[in-house]
Every structure is written in structure tokens, then in C-alpha cells.
């Protein structure tokens, strides 16, 4: 089915796509806005399909992050045809953005979310490419350990190396946002937001349950060569609307917000409750 849409958002040029719309934000990324979450899912398997074959391609290898929430139940369309055939997933080196300080079969763990939701599926991934993080250490050691596991794997160009900055260069970093604006576990006010030294670090006191957490710092997320947010739902318009919009300077920014990659590519993976307060968007069909 082909959509077509009126719309106007302010600061944006738009097209139709196959199933959604999608515009380039004037300094906010490419924003494509889906009709349904099945639309939104197939738009965002092609997507990392594609990101995959060409850092293949590139790099011989895919470094890809994960967070958790409903971002890995979204990404469940690339365990099925065609992409559990067509992916490369020899090739794929998985890391996560942020982790609960859980043990990794607790129902809290986003190690296990992927588990469950992706990885146990019928794809060829190579367990030790899969770099979890400790669950039986501090929240600290684990994000130091952590860190250290990205360095070593820097060293050898299993992750690739920012070019203005001594960062690690992730091919693709997958992020969710949550009703308050917060992105990996990186939360609105909270000094975290400030941790520019560590490339790995944690939290003790996260508003959302667990509190204890291990998040990347906005300087890795902010070196990698993709980032995608991917949000769904009218509890979140508020936040994609101060993320996205010119909302002035009054205010702290929300982390979403602070999600501007130095070099590389933001995509906005967003399905209409979500981009209803996008200012200026009116949408009909
Ligand atoms: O461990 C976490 O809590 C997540 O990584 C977190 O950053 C999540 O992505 C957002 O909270 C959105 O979650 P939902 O999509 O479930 O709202």
C-alpha cells in the first residue's frame, strides 16, 4: 500500500517512501514517520540490512550496539525472511548501548531481551562475537571491563576508530526513548550526561527501575557512524517533540536531544502517535 501524505514539519523536506514518510530535518536527522508499528518494523529491518551488507562490504565486519525496551520486540522482523537468510550475521559483532546491573536471566536484562527476542532465533550469529556485559561484577567494574573489551577491539578495527577523536566508531547504534527523553541510560539531568573522559560508564541511581545501570557516554554514541532512535506511541510525542523541534534554549535539552553524531548519520524511526506533536505536522491521508 502506498500512503501519501500532506505534510508540513518545520525545517524539514519530505518525500513518500514505499511505507512511510520520510524528510531530513534541517539539523536533526532524517525523520521517518510510519503508519503502523508492521511498517515501522519492516522500514527498520531494511535498514539495518542495508547498514550491514555495506559495512560488510567496507569493513569485513558489522559492530553493531543495542539498548533494550521495545526496540529488540521492533527489530523481530529481521529474524525472518528474507533477512535471516540474506544478512551476513557471521560478520556481526554485537555490543549493547546501556545494560541493566542484572544477572543476564533476569527478566530485567536487556542481554536476555535480545536473547529471547533475536539472538536464539534461527540466525548464524557467532556466539563470541555476541560481547555482553558482566553481570557478576559491580555496575563499575562491569563498565570498566566493558570499556576495556571496546579498547581491545578498537586496537584490532573489530570497531572502527572516530577520525577527530580517539572514540570508538560503532556502525550502528540502536537506541529507544523513553516518555521522559531519556536514551540508552542516559537520563534527563543526571551528571551521566556529562561523563565526556569514560567511553563506558554507570548509574546507581536510574529513575527507572533497576537503578543500577551501564550506559556509553554521549561521546560514543555521538562518534558512531549511524545512530537510530526508535520510538513508538503517543506517551512519547511530548519528548520527540522537544528532541526534534526548535524548542528554544530555556529548558536543559533532554539526552535525545544531545544525540547528534559528530560525522554520522541520525535516522528517526518514529510511527504516528509518536510524531504527533511534531510542530507544524498535520497529517492526512
Ligand atoms: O535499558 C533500558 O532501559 C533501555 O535501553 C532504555 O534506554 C530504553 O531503550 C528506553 O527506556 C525506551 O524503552 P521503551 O521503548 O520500552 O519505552
Redesign the pocket.
Known sequence: MVCVYFVTIIGCTWKPRRMALSGVHKDRGELRIHESLDELGTDLADYIAELSETSVKERGVFAIAL?????IGLMGKLCEAPYNKTVDWAKWYIFW????AVAKNHADS?YKLAKDGLLSKQVPIVPSHVHSINDSVSAEEAADEYEFVIRQLVKTRTISVSDISDCPKFDLIL?????DG????LFPNHPVLEANDEWVTYITDSP?PPPE?ITFTLPVINSASNVAV????EG?AEAVHLAIDDVGTDCPPLPARMVQPTKGKLVWFLDKPAASKLEGSQFSE
Open positions: 539498548s533494550g525496551g521495545s526496540l548501548a546501556d545494560e541493566r536487556n537506541l529507544g526513548m523513553g516518555p531519556h536514551v540508552a541510560s527507572k545501570r526508535v520510538v513508538a506511541g512519547k
